[in-house]
Each structure stands twice: as structure tokens, then as C-alpha cells.
């Protein structure tokens, strides 16, 4: 950690000499509350509430979060089906919040977006001529028989037949409908699609087709995806990068390699260990996070995460993460990688919920007590049903967890800052003064 750079407000990107096709710049999209017969603003839905990153010509950035952590508000919001509360999105040199109604009209033909149920996207009214067609027309690219031979084609390009083109939607499977989908977002010639769950209703053997058919596309039309789902599996398969997203911002930003290999957020710990091994007799870390998902109306203060983290220490509750470049290209959000409240005290680092120690990267202390993975919450190397256990053994029955200063409170100016176990089992004598 001690190359940790500190890109607070900056692009969160892998490669500086490629020039970036869409740029989101702390983009934020509330959504207000109104109350009484005056309408009175009375708070807001925190949707997505400040979140940078580029994707750059035929890459795919994949988005994932639990339901309801803003990516499907996210992806809309770039694509400017929905009018942001702040915060710039760059599509080439284009500002495009900055566009005037014709020019953002121009720009649509560039921008598409497939929708996540491929049943209620699709007007049961229209044959799939009309659906596909429309766009061509109404862009005035063609009309007539140049337009029904240019649906047809993409038809063809899908997998469908052709002779589809004066069937009506009830008419089709799932997965031939999301191929629809499909064409009607490639009508335009687009160079960016925003993929919402895009997969996420079908079956996982069409899954698997579109998923492929997707990826084909990609590379015969030079696309870029921000391919937004919540199952890190089919993500894993397709993104070149992954955001993670918890609570409308981006925790965690790295290649799907890094990602997979070494999450550093303990959010993006928690999901991966979540995701079901094939062979149920082989052993899995897991990491049970406790608690609901907090309202987006009133999200905790500091970190976000902190009222679920069984990493929290001294500034989770008080005071925001910043994006740290933990490894080249490799972001995070979480005080953990943060050069100003890193520490190598080894009381600290021994008592951290989230070891396995050695399978951190951060600077680990010179001289580690023989049993410090004894604390760890992550039980490794256990059956599901052996975590339960070694989770109620965790730090909280340590009487001396919650009561260990953190080596660097004096820089963040926390009074009583201390680190923190899970809290559940840790009664008020025991723990940190009440954050
Ligand atoms: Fe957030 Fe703190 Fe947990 Fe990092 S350690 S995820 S900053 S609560």
C-alpha cells in the first residue's frame, strides 16, 4: 500500500494513453420527496450519489450491487433518460447534459440501451418490424422496403428469421424477445449500449446465448457495454472491468482479474464470497454481512457501509472514503487503503475482523502474533455451516475489541476513535463509545 495514490475526484481508469469514449464525472441523481398538500421538500432518494469512471472504445465495464444500490438509475442517467441532480457525463467531447434537444437527438442514434425484461419492453401493440423499424425511420435513415430489409438483416444478426419482422411480441420466447431487444438497440449503428440486466430474466442456457451473441456484436461493431447485473458470474464472464456499487456510489473499480483475485473492498469481499462454487463438497471463505441495506432517503454518515462493515475502525462513521489507487488501476473506496489512516501498529492489524492477515494488501506489521487469524470474521477453509461458529467467536468476545485506539487517530482529529468489532454481542462496556 505504500504505492497507494491518492486520486480523490479523478477518472477511475487503467489506461491513461487510450482516449475514453464515455467519461462519468461525480455524477449524482436524487430523486425528491414531497410531503403535504404544498408539496413541501421534505428529503431526498439518494440514487446515485457521486460516481466517476470512463469506458473506453470496445471495452466492457460491468456494474454490479445489490437491488436498489443506483446502478439501474446509473445507467439511465448516463444515457440522460433521466435528468441528473449534478455532475457531467462526457460522451467523446460531448458534454452531453450541455446538448440542446436536436443535438442530444443527433447523439441517441450513438447511445442505446437494452432493457432488463425483455416481456414489458416491448410494445405487444407493434410487429416487430414497427419495434425495430421505428428508430430507422424516425432518424431518417430509411423507410418502406429499405427499412424492412435493414430490419430483417438485423433480425438475421440476432438469430431470429427474417420472416419474424410481421409477428407481434406475444409471439416469441423470452430469450427470441431480448434478441429483439437486441436489434432494436443495434438499429442505429450505436458505439455505446447500456446492457440493464439485460440477461438478468432469461434462463441461464439463453442467458449464456445472448451473453455470447452480445460479445460477438462487440466485436464485429466495435461496441462499448456498461453491462449493469447483480450476478458477479455472468459479469465476471463478459466486463473487462467491474464497478462495485453500494448505496449509489462506486466502492471498488479494478479489471475483472484484479477484482476476482484480490477484492480489497470488504463490501466486494462479502459479494464474492456470496457467489456458489460448483462443487458443493469444496470448502468457500464467506463472509455473511450482517444487517439491512440502509434507505438511500438517510444513508449513514462517513462510510456508507460502515453500519454493516466487520472492518469498521475509528473514521468509518464520520468521515467519507476517499478513491485510493491501491494498485495500478485498481480503486477503492475505504479508509483500510487510505495512506492517512494506515497503520502497522500489530495491535491494530491483529485485531482487524477481516484478516486473513496475509491476504491483505496492505503493510502488514513486523512481528504478528502467532495466533491473530483466530479473530478473523472470514472463516477460511470452512464449511458454510462452520462460519455461523467461528463468526459468533469473532472479535466480539475479545473484551478488549472496541477499546483499541487506532494507530492513527491523531491524524483524523476523531476523539475516542477506535477500532471496531461486528456490533452484535459487543455490549456497551465493551465497545467504542457510541459513534
Ligand atoms: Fe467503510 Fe471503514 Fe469498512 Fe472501509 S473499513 S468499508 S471505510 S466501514
Excluded at 391 to 404: H, L, N, Q, T
Aim: hydrophobic share 35%; proline share 9%.
Amino acid at each position: 500500500m505504500s504505492s497507494a495514490i491518492n486520486k480523490e475526484n479523478s477518472k477511475m481508469s487503467v489506461d491513461s494513453e487510450r482516449e475514453p469514449l464515455l467519461r462519468v464525472r461525480d455524477l449524482k441523481k436524487y430523486f425528491p420527496i414531497h410531503k403535504g398538500i404544498l408539496g413541501r421538500h421534505v428529503g431526498d432518494v439518494k440514487a446515485v450519489d457521486g460516481i466517476s469512471f470512463d469506458i473506453y472504445p470496445n471495452e466492457t465495464l460491468g456494474m454490479v450491487g445489490e437491488s436498489g444500490c443506483g446502478k439501474t438509475t446509473a445507467g439511465r442517467t448516463i444515457l440522460r433518460l433521466l435528468e441528473p441532480t449534478s455532475g457531467k457525463v462526457y460522451f467523446r467531447d460531448d458534454s452531453i447534459y450541455d446538448l440542446k434537444t436536436e443535438q442530444m437527438r443527433a447523439l441517441r442514434r450513438q447511445m442505446q440501451i437494452i432493457f432488463q425484461d425483455p416481456f414489458s419492453s416491448l410494445n405487444p401493440r407493434m410487429t416487430v418490424e414497427s419495434i425495430i423499424g421505428e428508430a430507422i425511420e424516425f432518424h431518417g435513415i430509411a423507410k418502406g422496403e429499405e427499412r424492412r430489409s435493414i430490419v430483417e438483416s438485423l433480425l438475421e444478426r440476432v438469430g431470429l428469421q427474417p420472416s419474424y419482422v410481421t409477428r407481434y411480441p406475444h409471439e416469441f420466447s423470452g430469450g427470441q424477445r431480448q434478441r429483439i431487444g437486441i436489434a432494436r438497440a443495434l438499429a442505429l449503428n450505436p458505439d455505446f449500449i447500456v446492457c440493464d440486466e439485460a440477461v438478468s430474466a432469461l434462463d441461464v442456457s439463453v442467458q449464456a446465448q445472448v451473453i455470447n451473441l452480445l460479445q460477438d456484436l462487440q466485436e464485429e461493431y466495435n461496441l462499448s457495454y456498461l453491462f449493469i447485473a447483480h450476478d458477479l458470474s455472468v459479469v465476471k464472464h463478459i466486463s473487462d472491468r467491474i464497478a462495485v456499487m453500494y448505496l449509489g456510489r462506486v466502492v471498488e473499480l479494478a479489471t475483472t482479474e484484479e477484482l476476482f483475485e484480490r477484492p480489497l473492498h470488504p463490501y466486494t469481499q462479502a459479494l464474492l464470497s456470496a457467489i456458489p462454487t460448483p462443487n458443493p463438497s469444496k470448502k468457500k471463505s464467506r463472509v455473511i454481512l450482517k444487517g439491512d441495506v440502509p434507505s438511500p432517503i438517510n444513508p449513514p454518515s462517513g462510510c456508507t457501509f460502515h453500519t454493516r462493515c466487520p472492518a469498521r475502525f475509528g473514521p468509518c462513521s464520520t468521515v467519507v472514503p476517499r478513491s485510493i489507487e491501491a494498485e495500478p488501476g485498481h480503486f477503492v473506496r475505504c479508509h483500510l487503503y487510505d495512506p492517512e489512516y494506515t497503520t502497522t501498529d500489530p495491535e491494530v492489524w491483529n485485531r482487524l475482523p477481516i484478516p486473513p492477515v496475509d491476504d491483505l494488501p496492505i503493510p502488514k506489521h513486523p512481528d504478528p502474533e502467532p495466533d491473530a487469524g483466530e479473530d478473523a470474521t472470514i472463516a477460511k477453509d470452512v464449511e458454510p455451516s462452520e462460519t455461523a461458529d467461528v463468526e459468533k467467536s469473532a472479535p466480539d468476545e475479545d473484551p478488549k475489541v472496541g477499546a483499541i485506539p487506532a494507530a492513527d487517530d491523531t491524524k483524523t482529529g476523531l476523539e475516542g476513535s477506535a477500532l471496531q468489532g461486528p456490533a452484535d454481542g459487543i455490549t456497551p462496556s465493551e465497545s467504542a463509545p457510541e459513534e
